[in-house]
């Protein structure tokens, strides 16, 4: 029953303040900068994952034995 109210009251204030953002020109530009910056932060995430995983995967060098 709790878990139930919770989660009416966690989509009742979604709601209101989906409407409250979108009334107001300066939040929504300033929800949309966010949007911009964590996807940049992302995009460069993953671009150093994959630059990590590339060189993980390239055969290391094997030293001459003395």
Do not use: H, W
């Amino acid at each position: 029953m709790r878990k139930t109210a919770v989660l009416i009251a966690g989509i009742a204030i979604g709601v209101y303040l989906a409407r409250q953002i979108e009334a107001n020109p300066e939040a929504k530009k300033t929800i949309d900068n966010a949007g911009d910056k964590i996807r940049t932060f992302a995009a460069a995430v993953s671009e150093g994952y994959r630059e990590q995983e590339a060189k993980a995967s390239k055969p290391a060098k094997s030293k001459p034995a003395r």
